[in-house]
C-alpha cells in the first residue's frame, strides 16, 4: 500500500507559478512510475506528466509541455511539479498517482493516488 499527499497548491495570477509536491509513504518508492493529472469541474481527469521510478524519464500532455517539469527526489519519497506561465484553463484539483509501469498516462492505469490540490489562476 502507498500513501499520497499533495500539497502547494493554490490561487495565483495568469503567468505566475507554483509547486506541487507529493510525499509518498508505505511501499518502496523508488520502485514506483510517478505521475500528476488534473481535474477541472464537469471534465474528465486528465493526465499532465509522468516521470519513471529511475531514471528520470520524463514525459508531458501537449498542453502543458514547456511550462511544467515534474521531477522527483527517491531520497525523500517525494514528487514535484514545476508549473510556470500559468493559464486560467490550468485551473483544475491536481492528484499525484503512481503506478508500475513507466509510460502510463491513463487514469485506470494508476494504483494509488493522493487526495488532490486545488490550483486557480485568475485572469
Known amino acids: 500500500q502507498v500513501t499520497l499527499v499533495e500539497s502547494g497548491g493554490g490561487l495565483v495570477q495568469a503567468g505566475g507559478s507554483l509547486r506541487l509536491s507529493c510525499a509518498a509513504s508505505g511501499r518502496t518508492f523508488s520502485n514506483l512510475a510517478m505521475g500528476w493529472f488534473r481535474q477541472a469541474p464537469g471534465k474528465e481527469r486528465e493526465f499532465v506528466a509522468g516521470?519513471?521510478?529511475?531514471?528520470?524519464?520524463?514525459y508531458y500532455a501537449d498542453s502543458v509541455e514547456g511550462r511544467f517539469s515534474i521531477s522527483r527526489e527517491n531520497a525523500k519519497n517525494t514528487v514535484y511539479l514545476q508549473m510556470n506561465s500559468l493559464k486560467p484553463e490550468d485551473t483544475a484539483a491536481y492528484y499525484c498517482a503512481a503506478t508500475r509501469a513507466y509510460g502510463q498516462n491513463v487514469a485506470s492505469d494508476y494504483h494509488y493516488w493522493g487526495q488532490g490540490t486545488q490550483v486557480t489562476v485568475s485572469s
Open positions: 516521470i519513471s521510478w529511475s531514471r528520470g524519464r520524463t
